[in-house]
């Protein structure tokens, strides 16, 4: 799902790096709770309706806590065969022992949970691992100088996906692609209509739940208006 050629978190002015300056992608999180069968069939339209760089199954009990691993195996038979049809990369949140079982793509890890170390351990030299890092940039750059393939800022906004624990800053976005070139990830309440100044900021990735499987029009219009804006903003940034 990298959008820049991997390396460490160094200024740019170091490095001898030529970005790609691709434009701005999708990272789909799943809802917290569905039925695999049914909700593969939403998964689907969405994905039919145009590019998503990633799909991250993110599982929550209704309590908030971890779902059991035969929960997050059942949705993961039925999601991740659909995301590797359309090239999407399969990520599993929290759990790289599980993600590396299932030969997911990558996993995703959050300051209270497994440290990168040891999530690229489990997984190995070659599939992604991603860093939550909140509104830290020292906690980002640690990850990028460790090798994390990308570091997620946010919360940008209100969200009731999950109870944010730090608000982020736009200028945190410029800051980061101006510096470095580990790809970066904008998450926290984002939708179609207040997505632009994250993207022009310079978010490689936009980190969407809410904002598409309960956009208004359904989730395959969301994915058809956020890669049109993606796409509009590369054009004319």
């Given at each position: 799902m990298s959008k820049k050629t991997k390396q460490k978190s160094k200024p740019k002015q170091e490095q001898k790096i030529v970005e790609t300056n691709d434009p701005c992608r999708l990272y789909l999180i799943t809802p917290p709770r569905f039925e695999p069968v049914a909700f593969g069939e939403t998964l689907k339209s969405a994905l039919d309706a145009g590019d998503?760089?990633?799909?991250?199954?993110?599982?929550?009990t209704e309590a908030g806590g971890y779902p059991d691993a035969d929960t997050v195996r059942r949705a993961a038979d039925v999601l991740m065969p659909l995301a590797m049809r359309y090239n999407t990369a399969f990520i599993l949140n929290d759990n790289p022992e599980l993600a590396a079982e299932l030969d997911a793509d990558g996993v995703h890890v959050g300051q209270e949970d497994a440290s990168y170390k040891m999530a690229r351990s489990i997984m190995g030299p070659?599939?992604?691992?991603?860093?939550?890092?909140h509104a830290s940039r020292h906690t980002a750059m640690e990850a990028g100088e460790a090798g994390a393939d990308y570091v997620a800022f946010g919360a940008f906004f209100d969200t009731a996906t999950k109870e944010a624990k730090s608000r982020a800053e736009v200028d945190l976005l410029a800051w980061w692609t101006e510096m470095f070139i580990v790809p970066?990830?904008?998450?926290?309440?984002?939708t179609v209509e207040n997505a632009a100044p994250l993207v022009s900021a310079g978010a490689d990735f936009l980190a969407v739940s809410g904002g598409v499987w309960a956009h208004p029009n359904g989730p395959a219009a969301a994915v058809r208006a956020f890669n049109q804006l993606f796409a509009e903003l590369h054009k004319n940034p």
């Open positions: 998503v760089a990633s799909l991250q199954l993110r599982l929550k070659d599939r992604i691992v991603g860093v939550t890092c970066c990830v904008a998450i926290g309440g984002i």
